[in-house]
């Protein structure tokens, strides 16, 4: 075994990718927290609510929903359970959410890291995204979620 | 505003320093079994299973990582791969529709949801997904 190429690649290569990932994950972590600040979620959510429709959710579901697929899941788990903590949304689109999530979360975070690998990132949103809806779509139809009934109010 | 900008350095650098800790110990970890006959042995029995999703046999090494621990850990291997942009993309779908499968599972059953079903879903999709790329892109 070549034990001398093997650390220069090694080392080398590492170091490469942990510089790389530096380099792109500081300036999208910056643009979240801006977008935080400027409540860039809520203006969203108001126009996106309505889409919901096409799982049986109520457009309340879209704050949530949003938070967990922007900012990812442990920001996203807050604002699940306060929502539906405070009555904005019944255990049937929690869980429909939740559903979404498992699949589609934290898009910017997620993608800015494969992107340092190289891959195509609109394609990868676009994939997850796909996965996402076809998920909750069989979710909000099937006979598990029926049971939780349509009735409003946590 | 610069209190904004200063979360968002500290969030990135924190980011980075777990992503550290993890992508270059499985990095070298990968390096080193390129250098022996262990990668190729892994490559050689993945091939037929990952030509499906149109990958190299030893990218299955990043695929079993991703699913199993972290992506995390599937980034360290991935980077030390050498695989081409459409391989990247194809991979990197794959292990974001799903990941860390043992951990999450314990969080589904959390909020009601069988956890088994989920990991099923997750994965069919996932592979679904690599198929799909792997013919229209």
């Not at chain 1, 910017?108 to 809806?133: K, Y």
């Not at chain 2, 990135?12 to 990668?39: N, S």
């Amino acid at each position: 075994m070549d034990w001398k190429s093997f650390a220069a690649e090694a080392a080398g290569g590492s170091l490469k990718y942990v510089l790389i990932m530096a380099a792109i994950i500081i300036p999208v972590m910056i643009m979240l927290e801006l977008a935080r600040e400027k409540k860039l979620l809520e203006k969203l959510a108001a126009k996106t609510g309505p889409v919901l429709k096409i799982f049986g959710m109520s457009p309340e579901a879209s704050f949530p929903l949003l938070a967990g697929f922007i900012f990812g899941i442990s920001y996203g788990a807050g604002v699940i359970i306060d929502s539906y903590r405070s009555g904005r949304i019944t255990v049937k689109d929690m869980i429909l959410v939740n559903i979404f999530l498992s699949v589609c979360h934290a898009v910017v975070e997620d993608t800015a890291l494969f992107l340092a690998l190289g891959a195509s990132p609109l394609v990868i949103i676009a994939g997850r995204l796909a996965a996402a809806i076809i998920i909750t779509y069989l979710a909000s139809r099937s006979v598990f979620i029926r049971k939780y009934g349509e009735g409003a109010g946590g | 505003m610069t209190a904004v900008i200063k979360r968002g350095v500290v969030k990135g650098l924190t980011v980075t320093l777990e992503l550290a800790k993890i992508v270059v110990p499985v990095y070298i970890l990968v390096t080193f079994l390129k250098y022996t006959p262990v990668l190729g042995y892994i490559a050689k029995t993945a091939q037929p299973l990952m030509k499906l999703v149109g990958l190299p046999g030893e990218a299955s090494v990043a695929i079993v990582l991703g699913y199993f621990t972290n992506l995390y850990a599937a980034i360290g291997a991935i980077a030390s791969l050498n695989l081409s942009s459409k391989e990247t993309t194809i991979i990197a779908t794959m292990l974001l529709i799903a990941h860390s499968l043992p951990m999450e599972t314990a969080v589904s059953k959390k909020v009601g949801v069988s956890g088994l079903a989920m990991v099923t879903i997750r994965v069919a999709l996932s592979v679904a997904a690599g198929a799909v790329l792997n013919l229209v892109m």
